[in-house]
């Protein structure tokens, strides 16, 4: 063998250990918070139902399969008790998305309602900042997604 191939076969070597050594980055999650409508449509915001719906929260599931939701939570960064939705016998299809609503009304495969009622108190997300967190039913964290403005009514996650 020539010296220049041993050379070239050396440096395909390193360079193929380096590759391999590379830290593996973590894979985007399976069920992801796609956008966070934190200020509803009107002011000021009055707390009536059509309001309360106007905030809302859109997951989706970015895989091929289909994923079962129930048991799975979503809070806000306050961590009170009353600012968690917990989600019923859902399953989520692949590639599409459930859209959870703060007031109240009937729930179908895509639109879930928080229950949400009794004036301003009733909001849960903040108009200026706050985070969402998405949590399976072990209670790992899956997904989450924060904003800090006031420029915008939404963040698109």
Known sequence: MRIGSLLTAAALLAASAAVAAQPAYAAAPAVQITKIYYDSPGSPDSG?????????????????????????????????????????????????TVTLRTGRGKNTTTTRYWGRSGGTLAYIWNQTSDAAYLRNASGKLVDSCSYNSTRQAYKIC
């Open 48 to 96: 009536a139902n059509s309001s309360l719906n106007g905030e809302y929260v859109q997951i989706k599931n970015m895989t091929r399969k289909a994923v079962n939701l129930a048991g799975w939570t979503v809070r806000d960064r306050t961590r009170r008790d009353d600012h968690i939705y917990t989600f019923g016998r859902l399953t989520l299809r692949a590639g599409k």
